[in-house]
């Protein structure tokens, strides 16, 4: 892709990610986060170098934002927040890899080992950091693991409905680009 074509991918999923992060900007329409489906897309498509630091960026001004500018009090980031640099790289390295993968099959299997291991590092070190410091007692490896089990089924199903809905929107895109191409040209 080229340079001026990876400032329009970036600007919209960047566009995608703020209007549908974790209900900052969303709440009247309650859209899924889009930020791992973003994440994986960015990796896939954009091959300018200053590509993840951008969309990193653009993730840690919304909570920010969110946080500590709408009225927020800044009480729910924890030092596991920096978990989330090495998920959201996760997924850009498997969209990377996505990119070069050439059956349909193993694109779903990067998406898949991207997902898990953004899972692992964003709620294992939240709930890894908080159990080691807090000391909870009553959290066993057994609940730790459904509690991870649970937030990968939900994160998984807003990645891959965003993924479907891309791949959906690119092949109407081209058969659209087409379509127009092989219409009669007036003189």
Known sequence: MQNKDSIGVVVGLLLLMLITRSQHF?????????SWAVFFLGGMLVRVGWGFPAFL???????????????????CVTTAYLGLIPAYYALWWSGRCCSAATTFGRRGLMALLGGGIAE????????????????????????????????????MTSMFGYLVMSVMMYH??????????DLPHEH
Request: aromatic share 12%; proline share 4%; no cysteine.
């Open 120 to 155: 692992l590092l964003s709620s294992g070190s939240y709930w890894w950091l908080n159990w080691m410091r807090e000391g909870y007692p009553e959290q066993d490896v057994p609940a730790l693991l459904g509690r991870q089990w649970h937030y990968l089924a939900m994160d």
């Open 172 to 181: 109407l895109l081209v058969y659209l680009l087409a379509a127009m191409r």
């Open 26 to 34: 969303a709440a009247m329409t309650h859209l899924p986060d889009a």
């Open 57 to 75: 960026l653009a993730a840690v001004g919304a909570d920010a934002l969110a946080v500590y500018g709408l009225a927020g009090n800044g009480a």
